[in-house]
Every structure is written in structure tokens, then in C-alpha cells.
């Protein structure tokens, strides 16, 4: 949630971040109108109650206490009756500035660049030219049909379209990537977490999950309890309302855990394979830091994703987020991209986020620099070190061979135990 108080200080620069993203800076003119009653109701009231405690400390002070509080209580109801009145406009005005502004995005940093779609996208790095194909590409599912380890006929009568039955290898190369990406994150500092994949209501408006994205998340209403959409949410909520010291920081957290989404919205995107589906697997890492230290996490939180495909030796890139793809929580945002060359084509496999003080604000997660110091908010970071299926469907097609086996990169084979997966024989009749 943004900061009123910088909405007061510097409204244009609120107004200036809004537009950037394609949105209506309208708001910020309504909230300074709401905060201007707001702030006046209270200013009466506090008037109001100095005047009633100025009467009665005459009251007090008179010889005569009783007289004077006669003299003095038709003075005095009426300034109650004021006060009642002038209090009486205080919560509405206070929840209408709080609805606003927890449907505003998260203020984009400065060196965000300009931009309305995707295609405005920065490129920061590559690994270099994705190399030439010596034969034919094939797309994952093509592949992982052939190779006996996707299933999505059977996926499909059990659940649905958007879902996936991994078998053998395939099941086997999957779990070694999530067992690799833990052991990497575990050598570099995180914390490994197991969160709950159930979540309240609250924890999910506290992250940031809700003000417009209720849409695109499986529920049980009865419960009322959201199945996440990632692990961010969980991970950045574990210090909800606690005030943190300051030798505490920066936290590092990494947790795999599946992931739940309707992809509302995504109709005909991505309709084959693995790329975009309602359950998913990513290993998400979290940081909570201060804030002089933010972006300088931001990189280091980028590296540490870049460094696995680096490992796999996949083709890759980063890309800064122009003004209008970051997201609703970010002030900034990186995108690594994956080269599948059975696509011919880029495809996000992480997104490195600093969502700065936005998700702590709703949060309450602070820190003090010294016992007797005034808290103040973390800042909250998030990425995926990697997503899970995107990962697998980056090694099937980049390292594919021509006789349709694929070899198993050397980063994952101490993990998946086996090399290669190769083409099944046909079976014979007997």
C-alpha cells in the first residue's frame, strides 16, 4: 500500500508513476480532497476536546465546584454534542482513502524504463546467441509425449485442461530441479521454508493478493482460505505485525511449494504444455531487508536465479520491466527469459522483484535500528530461483538430440541419478 504521507509530500511524482503504468492519476487529487476533510475533522475535534478540558479544569480550580459545574454543563454538552459531530465523519473519511489507495500499485522506481507493453521491455545481459539448431526442434510436449513422461490426455479426464501428469524420468527429472534449486539457495544464504499452501484471507490482502487479482485464485469458500499462487505469499507474511532488530536483517528465505492459479483472463494462451497450467512448481526466494539496501538486494536476488540457468547452461536473458509490465506490487522488476528453441523463442522462467515498502505497509513488518529507536518498514523482495515446469521444459528442448532422447544436464544428473532419457522401444506383441 503507498505511503500517504509521500502522497502529501509529493503527489506529483504518485501521479507521475500511475500514468507511466497506463493507468489514472485521478486518485490522487480525490485522496488529497478526502485527506484534507480528514485531516480538518480531526484538527475540530482535538479543538473540541482542548475547549471541553479548558471548562473543566475551571471546575476543578473553583471554590465553589458544584456551582461552577453547574454554570458551565450546558457549555460543556454542547461541545460533546460538537464533538460527536466533528468525530462522527472520521472513520468513513479514513476507510475511503484506505479502499483507494489499496487498489494503487506500488511506486515505480526511477530507473523503471518508459514503456506500454512487453515488447518495451529493456534488455540489461544475455548468456549470448542461443546456438543453431543441427536438426528439426521440437516442443516439449511433442517431446515429453514421445518420451513417455507428459501425460496429458490422462491429466485432462482427471482434472481438466491446465494440468500435467508427469511419469518416470520425467516425474524423477523434476524432482531432481527442485532438489538442485534448494541446494543452491541453501549455499547461498537462504533459509529453507515449508509454508502452509492454505492461506487466510488476510494474509493474502497483506501481501498484496487481493485488491484485484480475487479473480485468479482458487478458494474454499467455506473456510475461506486461498490456495497460494505462490510461495511469496507465505514467505513475506512469516513476520506479519513483528517488529524485527535490526541484526536480524536481511532475512532470505527459499521454499518450493506448488502453486495455484485460474489464469483468468488467459483463454488461448499457452493452451499446450506445460507453460501456463492451474497447478505449477516454483522455488520462490524472499528477502526482507532495509530499505538503503533494497535494490542492492534486488541484484543480488537476480543473480542468484541467473546463476542456476548458468549452472544448466541454458540460453538466457535478463530483461528490466518497462513502466507498464511491472507488476501491482513491484517498484521494479527484472525478468529472466529462457531460449526454448522448439518455440524459437524467449519465455519467462523468473521474475526478481523489490516490492520496496509497499507489502510491509499492509504487512506491519518493521525493524529498529536500536532498542529506543522508532520502527520502521522492511523492504520486502521476491523472485523465483527457478519455476519449476518451465525449467524442465527449457532442459527437453535445449537439450534434445536428434535420435528424440534428451541428455540430462551435468548440474542435475548427481540429483536425477540417470543421463539420459531416451525414446521408449515399441512394445512387442507376443
Known sequence: MLDLTLLRRDPERVRRSATRRGGDGAFVDRVLELDTRLRSALTESEQLKAAKNGLTAQISKAPDRAAKAQELRPQIQSIDNSIVEASAAIPALEREIEEILADVPNLLDDSVPDGTAETDNVLVRDSGPPPEPAFPQLQHWELGERLGILD???????????????????????????????????????????????????????????????????????????????????????????????????????????CFRKEAGA????????????????????????????FEALERLTGDAEALLRELQLPYRVMALCAADVGFNAAK????????PGQAAYREISSCSNCTDFQARRSQIRFRRDPKAKPEL??????????????????????????????????????????????????RRT
Open 267 to 294: 483463454a488461448g494462451k499457452d493452451t499446450r504444455g506445460l507453460i501456463r497450467q492451474h497447478q505449477f512448481e516454483k522455488v520462490e526466494l524472499v528477502w526482507l531487508t532495509e530499505a538503503a539496501r533494497s
Open 333 to 340: 522488476t527484472y525478468d529472466l527469459e529462457v531460449w526454448l
Open 378 to 427: 522492511v523492504h520486502t523482495l521476491n523472485g523465483s530461483g527457478l519455476a519449476v515446469g518451465r525449467t524442465l521444459i527449457a532442459v527437453l528442448e535445449n537439450y534434445q538430440q536428434a535420435d528424440g532422447s534428451v541428455r540430462v544436464p551435468a548440474a542435475l544428473v548427481p540429483f536425477a541419478g540417470f543421463e539420459t532419457i531416451d525414446v521408449p522401444e515399441p512394445r
Open 152 to 258: 496429458f490426455e490422462r491429466a485432462a479426464k482427471l482434472s481438466g485442461s491446465r494440468f500435467t501428469v508427469l511419469r518416470g524420468k520425467g516425474a524423477r527429472l523434476s524432482r531432481a530441479i527442485v532438489d538442485f534449486f534448494l541446494a543452491r539457495a541453501g549455499e547461498r544464504g537462504y533459509l529453507e521454508v515449508v509454508p502452509p499452501y492454505l492461506v487466510t484471507r488476510s494474509t493474502m490482502w497483506a501481501t498484496g493478493q487481493l485488491s484485484k487479482f480475487a479473480d485468479a485464485m482458487f478458494r474454499d469458500e467455506d473456510a475461506d482460505l486461498f490456495m497460494i499462487p505462490t510461495a511469496e505469499v507465505p514467505l513475506t507474511a512469516l513476520h506479519r505485525d513483528e517488529i524485527l532488530d535490526t541484526t536480524q536483517l536481511p532475512l532470505q528465505y527459499a521454499a518450493y511449494s506448488p
